[in-house]
Structure formats: C-alpha cells, structure tokens
C-alpha cells in the first residue's frame, strides 16, 4: 500500500478547503504544484503531504499576502520563510499607521474643522526653536513631484551619504531635504537633498569631479534659527506631514516671527531601523523677529 496515495484535485480541494479552480491557478503560478500530471487527460493529482502546503498558502492569503510575494516564500525553508512572512506583515503595519494618519487627517478636511486633522494640533505638535551654525553641505536639486519624493529622498540621500564619508571627511550633522517651492501632486518644487560635511575643501573638489556628473553642488548653509516640530515615520507620508508644516507655520504667526528660508525636513534618525511610531524628521522653517 502506498503510504500517501495519490489523490484527485476534487479530493485534495475537499481536505485543503480550497476550490479546484484555486488550485488550478496555484499551480500556474507555481505556489502549489501537482503531484502527478495524467499526460493523456490533463488531470492533477495531489499527495496528502502537500495538504499543509495548501493550508499554508491559505493562511498566507488571509494575511492580504500577494500571490507573487506567496510565490516567493513557498521555496524558501522554515527560517527563511518565518523572516519573510515578518517582513511583509512590518511593511503591512507601516502602511497602516501611514493610513490612520491619513484617515485622520481627511477626517479633519471633510468635516470643516480645518485642513489638518484634530489629533495634529498644538498638543501633538509642539514646536520648539534651535540655532544651527553655518554648514557646508553637498546637495542634489530635483524637481519632481510628490508622489516621486520617497523614492527620490532615499536613493540621493544615501548617494550623498556615501560620498561625505568616502570623499568630504565625514558627515558632519543629520541630512536634510529643502524645499525652495512647494511639491505636490501638481507642482514640482524644486527639491535640494543636502548632506553636512566636515571637509568643506574636499567638498569643493568633489562637486567639481563627481558631483558634477551626478548634478551635485556644494555650498554653505548660513547659520540660522530654525522653528520645529517633531514627527513620526508615519506621519511623514503626503499629505498627512503637511499637516505639521501648517502647525509649525501657525506657532510662527502667533509668536511674531518672520520665515526667512523655504521649509525643510531634517532626518535625524535611521529611516530602517524605525518603526512607524518612532520619531524619525523634523519638520522646520528658518526664522526670525
């Protein structure tokens, strides 16, 4: 006797509690493939082993896992699998914190009660003022739009970042992004990436060779005095953190100050290493009586 015996896909439906088409579409993408084929009648036939394998790829499917990321994790062994399965469901609550703010915050525009939510407001906002002393900073100028943003802030941060510890003696203060005009989903900025470094004459030199192919610049950051607030990961998301700029814009007017600069993020903390809910930017104008 054959100690797991072939089964039929209409008896392997019934005990992995999927439907045969199901697993027709499984097999195609390679998530759960038969065990044997007939070459002359084209029917599947599956082995009670594979039954977990079925149930598995169900669970997966409850989680709201993509077929193709299934596909990816099916072939991978028990560790493997386990720290895939973690990272999707860390980029699942990341998307949900980023969309609760959200939620809030167009609860806040629909309702009438202003343009930001009411859980953002001076309570959970609260600004403070720094003076940040004259910086030499190498930067990349785009402009893009809103929803091009994340992917722009990454790539050029990190190719700034490289190049201050590899060519400018090191990265003097956390990176920053300038907004010289605004970015939205209809207006293009421009947008300056700018990293502090120590060597302001290795700076030069290297915006003068490097820099120069990859359309960066180097220069000095007057010193200045900056009006912040502090936000999370989550909140960093457009247009939730439009939101904070409009609170520290308000603290600004009600204290009497004047914005001398265009407005900035500054990232003080390592983007992958936080969670949603841990402070990462600070969002700040230049000010000043």
Avoid at 89 to 110: D, I, K, N, P, S
Avoid at 148 to 172: K, Q
Avoid at 247 to 265: D, F, H, Y
């Amino acid at each position: 006797m054959d100690p797991d015996p072939l089964l039929t896909i209409g008896e392997f439906a019934a005990r992995a509690r999927l439907s045969p088409k199901a697993l027709r579409l499984y097999d195609r993408l390679g998530l759960l493939t038969p065990a044997y084929v007939d070459g002359a009648t084209g029917y599947r036939y599956y082995r009670t082993a594979q039954v977990e394998d079925a149930r598995t790829v169900v669970l997966l499917r409850r989680l709201g896992m993509p077929l193709a990321d299934i596909a990816g994790i099916v072939g991978l062994d028990g560790e493997q699998a386990a720290r895939a399965v973690a990272a999707y469901w860390a980029g699942v609550e990341e998307r949900h914190a980023e969309q609760r703010t959200l939620a809030g915050y167009l609860r806040g525009r629909l309702s009438g009660r202003g343009s930001a939510m009411d859980e953002m407001n001076e309570k959970n906002f609260p600004v403070r003022t720094v003076d940040v002393p004259e910086q030499y900073v190498i930067s990349e100028t785009r402009h893009l739009l809103a929803e091009e943003l994340p992917v722009w802030i990454d790539a050029s941060l990190g190719r700034l970042e490289e190049a201050a510890e590899a060519e400018c003696g090191g990265a003097a203060d956390a990176p920053l992004v300038i907004y010289h005009s605004d970015v939205t989903q209809d207006s293009d900025g421009p947008a300056e990436a700018c990293v502090p470094v120590r060597d302001a004459a290795a700076a030069r030199a290297w915006a003068q060779t490097a820099g120069r192919q990859r359309g960066a610049e180097s220069r000095v950051e007057p010193a200045h005095r900056l009006a912040f607030t502090r936000i999370t990961k989550a909140q960093v998301s457009y247009p939730q953190i439009l939101a904070a700029f409009q609170a520290v814009e308000e603290w600004i007017a009600r204290e009497g100050l004047k914005i001398t600069g265009p407005s900035r993020e500054i990232y003080f903390a390592e983007w992958e290493t936080t969670g949603p809910d841990d402070q990462v930017c600070d969002v700040a104008f230049p000010v000043s009586r």
